[in-house]
């Protein structure tokens, strides 16, 4: 049995639209802060815990008139079977009367729906009416009541926030420990060995002669104020022989201490308080588990270790498993429940806005939530991989979990690899001197399945910026990058084939873009048409380091930065009639050798890669940038490379073109312009 979906309605950030939220065995519900994460865990204790519904859980719109009634609905989907239909689900017996099946054949499952309404009242709290019934949707819905057995048949576990585990290590009721306890099955022979050596301690203390002295001066004064003689003796005892009395003195010890030192509970750090708690819950899952095994294999009452009729499903909610703990520990944390959510009688649901929590979990098990901007409503999205399995499924899996911040960002900017994750942040700091503060992640994605990213933040509605490398002449490149990415836009939104207009002021009438978009890798643009493309695309926010990359584009803008980086022994070398000139003393004279052209040749193969063209669309000067491009680039690290200039580029009192105009748009999408035209 597994709770598959929850259906909620007008309860609290939920609207009066019934949003759906699926589950899994083992499901993360990660998001900004008050963006719905722990209503969510709410909701599913409302039906099936103790928690209690206010006024306050209410959604209300901002018209509403006060006083008027409210209402709410929470939907439960729970469907039976493992996912080889295996027929041993311990849950079916206690609700075959409730299951439905859709058509023949398939898993049955049941619905419950929660219903509440408030009413002023003649308190100012109002009054809250609930009802719990099964739901069968067939030609007509139909509902039957939920029997207070049934719904004790599903627990809950609640794990807030803010964890205190020395409170539920008291044996109060209500508490883990004390439902451990009331677990066991307590033999009458064991009551009675136990209260036996109760009785034989408290006599044992008695006869110590301080022990009797004491007694004998207490009763004597006691005597003193009273003449009851129901309460004439006092005398010091232990403690009660009655076995649930002295359960409730059980407290838990840590050992080997040091010093012979006892550690309790409160005497460990937060952290592992934190842990203790989750271990605690481990436990009493693992027994009621146990439990289940003796019930299904018939054990007999008095050969039971547990005397327990355990719910058939407990649902455990956690509430940011990450808090007081250590990157590493965290780690132990994440896995044990995992395991947890492996056993057949639970399921495990927890809340996170930390990247150190969803780089360690797959995407499949995340649940984006966010809040509506406009409607104020929450909104709940399942990550959506590629479906295939293969290359571009294993490579967008890694990289959201390489860069999981991009789930809580406000703008993401994606980017072709480690030289855009540097150069990026360093140019938008002119306006933006902390990134973080603004909500901007930059993920470099190696210029691999930028499409698939497109779609995922599409689908999670977090807004994004493309920076691409422009490729002319290489293999694919140029215009065939344009074409690339009309594509991937036309895939995501098959409309923009008609609307998708590009301004060229000095080109006659553009055909509809469906009609041309197979042969834009053919054609062969002027500089002025292919700035108009350019143009057009930045307005849909994807962007061109051009001509190659984006290290080309820093070499181009910031030549005498990165020679400068360099000590009288390092750059390239041409070697002219038995000498060896470095390049950036060649003379003109010695343009003109043959080793002076084959080492362009060889820089322009190099830099092009290969199925490269000849390079006759580069200009002199950028050929012989190519030398320094591949000395630089292909021959060092790039990060280095580029950490070593950047740090003599003055006040970034020049910018090159491309990052002024990302800069712009990064600006007016901040404000709220998703599009990121001028205002």
């Known amino acids: 049995m597994k709770l598959t979906s929850l259906e909620i309605c007008n309860y609290r950030s939920f609207g009066p639209e019934p949003k759906t939220i699926c589950f899994d065995k083992f499901t993360g519900i990660i998001g900004h802060n008050s963006a719905g994460k722990t209503t969510i865990l709410n909701a599913i204790n409302v039906m099936f815990g103790n928690s209690k519904l206010r006024k306050s859980d209410f959604h209300t719109e901002a018209n509403r008139i006060d ?94 926030a803010i964890r205190n585990p020395y409170d539920q290590l008291s044996n109060a009721s209500g508490t883990i420990l004390w439902r451990l306890l009331k677990q066991l099955n307590w033999k009458e022979e064991d009551k009675k060995q136990i209260s036996e050596r109760i009785v034989a301690l408290d006599e044992t203390i008695s006869a110590q002669e301080g022990i009797m002295m004491l007694e004998q001066t207490i009763s004597n004064q006691w005597k003193t104020y009273h003449t009851d003689s129901r309460f004439a003796e006092a005398s010091l005892k232990f403690g009660s022989t009655d076995l649930e009395k002295i359960l409730k003195k059980l407290e838990v010890e840590f050992s080997p201490a040091p010093s012979d030192q006892i550690y309790r509970v ?25 439990g289940l095994e003796e019930v299904s294999t018939g054990v007999t009452d008095d050969e039971k270790t547990l005397n327990v009729n355990p719910p058939v499903i407990t649902l455990l909610l956690v509430e940011e498993p990450e808090n007081h703990i250590s990157p590493q520990l965290l780690g132990n944390a994440l896995f044990n429940l995992r395991s947890i959510s492996t056993n057949a009688n639970s399921q495990v649901i927890f809340t996170s806005h930390s990247p150190s929590v969803v780089k ?17 409503n929450t909104v709940v999205n399942k990550i959506c991989l590629p479906e295939d399995g293969g290359d571009a499924y294993k490579f967008v899996k890694g990289a959201i979990q390489a860069y999981p911040e991009l789930y809580f960002s406000s703008l993401v900017i994606l980017g072709e690899g480690d030289s855009e994750e540097l150069l990026i942040p360093h140019f938008l700091k002119k306006k933006f001197p902390n990134l973080d503060a603004e909500g901007i992640s930059i993920v470099p994605l190696g210029g691999r399945h930028v499409n698939h990213f497109w779609r995922l933040l599409n689908m999670l509605q977090i807004p994004h910026i493309t920076l691409l490398d422009f490729d002319q002449e290489r293999y694919g490149g140029g215009c065939g990058r344009i074409q690339y990415a009309l594509k991937e836009l036309v895939e995501l939104n098959s409309s923009l084939g008609e609307t998708f207009k590009v301004k060229m002021e000095d080109v006659g009438d553009v055909k509809n873009l469906n009609e041309v978009i197979d042969e834009i890798s053919q054609w062969e643009l002027t500089p002025s048409y292919l700035q108009a493309w350019f143009n057009s695309l930045e307005k849909m926010n994807i962007f061109f380091s051009a001509p190659l990359d984006i290290d080309f584009l820093m070499l181009e803008n910031f030549k005498e930065q990165y020679i400068s980086t360099l000590d009288d022994t390092e750059g390239p070398i041409v070697s002219i009639s038995g000498r060896n000139v470095k390049f950036s003393q060649i003379s003109e004279e010695e343009k003109q050798t043959p080793e002076y052209t084959s080492k362009l040749t060889a820089a322009l193969k190099h830099t092009l890669k290969e199925k490269s063209t000849d390079g006759s669309t580069f200009l002199p000067e950028q050929k012989e940038l190519m030398v320094w491009y591949d000395y630089f680039f292909l021959g060092r690290g790039k990060p280095v490379t580029h950490r070593l200039a950047i740090d003599k580029i003055d006040e970034l009192s020049k910018i090159p073109d491309v990052f002024e105009r990302l800069g712009t748009k990064v600006e007016a999408m901040l404000r709220g312009d998703q599009n990121g035209s001028e205002k």
Not at 90 to 103: G, L
């Open 266 to 290: 409160g005497d460990l750090g937060d952290g592992l308080q934190s842990l203790f708690y989750l271990s605690l819950i481990d436990a009493f899952l693992e027994m009621e588990e146990k």
């Open 67 to 160: 006083n008027e009634e409210l209402t709410l609905k929470i939907k439960a989907k729970f469907d039976f079977f493992s996912g080889d239909n295996d027929p041993n689900d311990n849950a079916i017996p206690s609700f075959f009367e409730s299951f439905t099946i859709s058509e023949p054949g398939d898993t049955p499952y049941i619905k419950i729906l929660f219903e509440a309404k408030w009413q002023q009242g003649n308190t100012p709290d109002g009054v809250i009416e609930t009802s719990l019934n099964y739901l069968v949707v067939g030609e007509e819905e139909k509902r039957f009541p939920m029997s207070m057995l049934d719904r004790s048949k599903i627990d809950v576990i609640y794990i807030p």
């Open 360 to 376: 360690r979990i797959d995407p499949e098990n995340i649940r984006h939530v966010q809040m509506d901007v406009v409607e104020k």
